[in-house]
């Protein structure tokens, strides 16, 4: 008798189950380019992930480059002060700072051109 | 291959998801701009997540988790949502007075959905709509799989009570 009562509560389960399931039963939905838009936005996304650090670094070193020279031609009278053979070091450097910068951003720009080159 | 974020992969499995999550999205959202707009918000989010993908689980279980909490903070952001909601219940109820009123007519969604609340309705179409199993609906839901199980119990009662469904009616 119980084993009855569970095969009757199974079947109407079932039944019912059916029944939720047609309900809730729809269409596929076509893609319709629905996945290359969101594959292009990644891909816009990535690009600008990989674009941001180099273009930070140029604004960064364009807004901090005229500081950067006033800050030297100052400090460059207080270079009398101090003994010749100690002010020739960085009166040498100078110059080799500005190359560096430069190379920094040549090798950022460069590696991103790498990345692109990848990419495509 | 996906887990390296490569995005030509990852294009796949879109194609192989996007009807099921936009369907899902569709259901819950009750608008079909809306809903595709959820699901792109929701793969671009798949995206940054998928080092989180342990692959233990199914993806679309995991995919349809992230377009459950897309969904939830849209709806804490937007008006539109509201006044889709607002416009969608009105025609909700007024299926509803239609269904009572012709009770041979064969059930739709919309009537059905009516008659629970949102957390019944949401697990109802992660189970009925998406197939996903009680435990997947556990993790997406983060509630316990026993409380999901009473879930699915007390809205397929209230349907049946609703509707006047009788055992033999489909049995």
Same mark, same amino acid.
């Given at each position: 008798?119980?084993?009855?009562?569970?095969?009757?509560?199974?079947?109407?389960?079932?039944?019912?189950?059916?029944?939720?399931?047609?309900?809730?039963?729809?269409?596929?939905?076509?893609?319709?380019?629905?996945?290359?838009?969101?594959?292009?936005?990644?891909?816009?996304?990535?690009?600008?992930?990989?674009?941001?650090?180099?273009?930070?670094?140029?604004?960064?070193?364009?807004?901090?480059?005229?500081?950067?020279?006033?800050?030297?031609?100052?400090?460059?009278?207080?270079?009398?002060?101090?003994?010749?053979?100690?002010?020739?070091?960085?009166?040498?450097?100078?110059?080799?700072?500005?190359?560096?910068?430069?190379?920094?951003?040549?090798?950022?720009?460069?590696?991103?051109?790498?990345?692109?080159?990848?990419?495509? | 291959?996906?887990?390296?974020? *490569?995005?030509?992969?990852?294009?796949?499995?879109?194609?192989?998801?996007?009807?099921?999550?936009?369907?899902?999205?569709?259901?819950?959202?009750? *608008?079909?701009?809306?809903?595709?707009?959820?699901?792109?918000?929701?793969?671009?989010?798949?995206?940054?997540?998928?080092?989180?993908?342990?692959?233990?689980?199914?993806?679309?279980?995991?995919?349809?988790?992230?377009?459950?909490?897309?969904?939830?903070?849209?709806?804490?952001?937007?008006?539109?949502?509201?006044?889709?909601?607002?416009?969608?219940?009105?025609?909700?109820?007024?299926?509803?007075?239609?269904?009572?009123?012709?009770?041979?007519?064969?059930? *739709?969604? *919309?009537?059905?959905?009516?008659?629970?609340?949102?957390?019944?309705?949401?697990?109802?179409?992660?189970?009925?709509?998406?197939?996903?199993?009680?435990?997947?609906?556990?993790?997406?839901?983060?509630?316990?799989?026993?409380?999901?199980?009473?879930?699915?119990?007390?809205?397929?009662?209230?349907?049946?009570?609703?509707?006047?469904?009788?055992?033999?009616?489909?049995?």
């Amino acid at each position: 008798m119980k084993s009855k009562i569970i095969n009757m509560a199974d079947k109407t389960s079932d039944a019912m189950d059916r029944l939720l399931a047609s309900a809730f039963k729809s269409e596929p939905i076509a893609d319709d380019g629905f996945s290359k838009r969101i594959v292009s936005r990644i891909r816009r996304r990535i690009w600008i992930n990989r674009l941001a650090l180099p273009v930070a670094v140029l604004v960064g070193a364009a807004f901090a480059l005229k500081p950067a020279v006033q800050l030297v031609s100052a400090l460059l009278p207080l270079l009398n002060v101090v003994p010749v053979e100690i002010a020739s070091a960085p009166m040498e450097f100078l110059p080799q700072m500005q190359l560096i910068v430069l190379g920094g951003m040549a090798f950022a720009a460069g590696i991103t051109l790498l990345k692109v080159l990848e990419e495509t | 291959m996906v887990a390296s974020q *490569d995005a030509a992969a990852f294009g796949e499995l879109i194609r192989r998801h996007q009807s099921q999550v936009r369907n899902f999205l569709r259901k819950l959202a009750r *608008d079909e701009a809306l809903a595709d707009d959820l699901a792109q918000d929701c793969f671009l989010h798949a995206w940054d997540k998928i080092h989180t993908y342990s692959g233990t689980g199914s993806f679309i279980g995991w995919v349809l988790k992230i377009a459950y909490t897309t969904f939830l903070q849209s709806k804490r952001k937007s008006k539109r949502y509201d006044e889709i909601l607002e416009q969608a219940g009105h025609e909700m109820d007024r299926a509803a007075v239609t269904q009572q009123n012709a009770p041979e007519v064969e059930m *739709d969604l *919309d009537t059905l959905l009516a008659a629970l609340n949102e957390q019944e309705r949401v697990i109802m179409i992660f189970s009925y709509a998406c197939g996903l199993s009680h435990r997947e609906i556990s993790e997406a839901t983060e509630l316990p799989a026993g409380t999901v199980k009473s879930i699915i119990h007390r809205a397929k009662e209230k349907i049946r009570t609703q509707f006047e469904i009788e055992n033999h009616q489909y049995g």
